[in-house]
């Protein structure tokens, strides 16, 4: 047997999703953006792409996120489990 939660919980969010959310985010999205800045999620991206520099041996000052000032490019390596 599927507990109540197991099947509520999901219908109300589609009925949300489906029904409500296309009314209500143009109300809801001004209070979000106060809380939820793009800006935060770039900083995040630029500093996660220095620390795979520096992993990788790639990471200069000047370079700022960009490839090496001698033409390299950054390959990310695949991880192999």
Same mark, same amino acid.
């Given at each position: 047997m599927v507990c109540i939660p197991c099947i509520v919980i999901p219908v109300l969010l589609w009925v949300y999703k489906?029904?409500? &959310?296309?009314y209500l985010y143009p109300f809801i999205s001004p209070i979000i953006n106060l809380f939820?800045? %793009? %800006?935060?999620?770039l900083e995040t991206a630029a500093s996660d792409q220095k620390v #795979?520099? %520096? %992993? !990788? /041996? !790639?990471?200069?000052p000047e #370079? !700022? /996120? &960009?490839a090496a000032a !001698? /033409? #390299?490019?950054?390959?990310a390596d695949k991880k192999t489990d």
């Open positions: 489906r029904f409500l &959310e296309p939820w800045t %793009k %800006k935060a999620v #795979s520099d %520096k %992993k !990788n /041996g !790639n990471y200069t #370079s !700022n /996120g &960009e !001698n /033409g #390299s490019t950054i390959v």
